[in-house]
């Protein structure tokens, strides 16, 4: 048994949520593992931006792992957003003896603090990720200079002496890693993020399926897209249920869920009908259920986890062409597209319906083995794995 604390310092941390920082702690502790997570008294945004804080102190998870939130060492609402900095931070974390030390994200002048606690836990192994890449960061001069100068030569460059492994969770952030942070390319891993097994019911996948397509009036032999996740315009969700809405094939059907932004809303509701059916928001836990039913699962917006989890469930997907995202094509079941549009979508969605040989082949695929590593018990193991045994 080894005790494993999570940093999580760089935003937000979640108890419900499913992300990359609940779920490979989840795993870590079902291993047999002790597992800490450090993260700041923000758990959650409010509607209008606002941030939910949650009191500073310890308490057990429902997954056994043990949450220590920290206070932020400054009132000021930009100091902490841009350089997250807390208090006690080196003692809590030497309080817990740790055996490994899993960082997320290294933007965090805090991080420097793991300088003294290597010197004074020597055997202490410690591995760093980064979530960042040109999509979501560096978008302003504020965020190239932080990130180019300040991090780089104040922090990521003292942090390298500490570990060899820095994971990005995408090939694209495996990049940023190198071209902004210029972290050395030996030192550089890419860690998938991936699906819970647990809520994944793998073995009545079919069961689930017509289910699925029963409750809400969808034929076996219809031809169902699934997507969804925060429809807004850059999603493109409402081009793709248009453009499925336009096509003659009466047997082609897509479901949405998930929160519709407000302009969106008369947009969406116009194009309702038995063959567009939106469901609205669903608990992540039952996102793998709704993938399960698809004969293809679409994201024509920029990446969000649930491309992976989507890979994890073994169905076919497509997603859009962004540089840097190509992990979820492990095996030829993916596709990707490298337009957008009504028009686009409504030829790129009749040619896999028309292309019989395509599909199955994409079906067959999709199924393969490989997406056994998009399972957090896998990625889980593989963090252990690298850092003591590479």
């Known amino acids: 048994i080894m005790k494993i604390v999570h940093l999580c310092l760089c935003g937000l941390f979640g108890e419900k949520y499913a992300y990359q920082d609940n779920l490979l702690t989840k795993y870590h502790k079902k291993m047999g593992n002790e597992v800490t997570i450090?993260?700041?008294?923000?758990?959650?945004?409010?509607?209008?931006?606002?941030?939910?804080?949650?009191?500073?102190?310890?308490?057990?998870?429902?997954?056994g792992c043990k949450l220590i939130r920290i206070?932020?060492?400054?009132?000021?609402?930009?100091?902490?957003?841009h350089f997250n900095l807390y208090k006690d931070f080196a003692n809590v974390v030497m309080s817990e003896k740790p055996d490994l030390i899993y960082v997320h994200n290294v933007t965090c002048f805090n991080y420097l603090c793991l300088l003294k606690i290597k010197k004074k836990l020597p055997q202490v192994k410690i591995v760093f990720d980064n979530h960042m890449d040109e999509y979501n960061s560096n978008q302003n001069s504020l965020s190239r200079f932080l990130n180019g100068f300040v991090f780089r030569y104040f922090v990521v460059k003292?942090?390298?002496?500490?570990?060899?492994?820095?994971?990005?969770?995408?090939?694209?952030?495996?990049?940023?890693?190198?071209?902004?942070?210029?972290?050395?390319?030996?030192?550089?891993?890419?860690?998938?993020?991936?699906?819970?097994d647990e809520k994944m019911d793998l073995a009545h996948k079919n069961d689930i399926r017509l289910s699925v397509r029963k409750q809400y009036g969808i034929a076996d032999d219809d031809f169902l897209i699934v997507t969804g996740g925060k429809i807004d315009k850059v999603k493109n969700i409402h081009l793709l249920a248009e453009a499925v809405s336009k096509i003659e094939n009466p047997h082609v059907k897509i479901l949405m869920f998930g929160t519709i932004v407000d302009e969106l809303k008369p947009i969406i509701e116009s194009l309702l009908s038995d063959r567009v059916i939106y469901i609205g928001w669903i608990n992540s836990d039952t996102v793998y259920n709704y993938f399960f039913a698809a004969d293809l699962v679409m994201f024509p917006g920029l990446h969000s986890a649930m491309w992976e989890q989507a890979v994890a469930s073994m169905v076919p997907l497509a997603v859009t062409k962004l540089r840097g995202f190509d992990q979820v094509d492990f095996n030829g079941n993916c596709l990707f597209m490298d337009g957008k549009g009504v028009d686009y979508y409504k030829s790129f969605v009749e040619h896999i319906v028309d292309d019989s040989i395509l599909y199955n082949q994409l079906k067959t695929n999709a199924e393969s083995e490989g997406a056994s590593k998009f399972l957090y018990s896998n990625i889980a193991q593989k963090v252990i794995e690298d850092a003591f045994h590479s």
């Not at 990005?168 to 891993?189: A, H, N, W």
């Open 38 to 63: 450090i993260a700041p008294t923000a758990s959650k945004f409010t509607s209008n931006g606002g941030v939910v804080n949650e009191p500073a102190g310890s308490k057990t998870l429902d997954t």
């Open 71 to 81: 206070e932020n060492k400054f009132k000021s609402k930009n100091i902490n957003k």
């Open 158 to 196: 003292r942090l390298l002496k500490l570990s060899n492994i820095f994971y990005g969770v995408t090939p694209s952030r495996c990049t940023f890693l190198k071209d902004v942070f210029k972290v050395p390319e030996q030192k550089i891993r890419l860690l998938y993020m991936g699906a819970d």
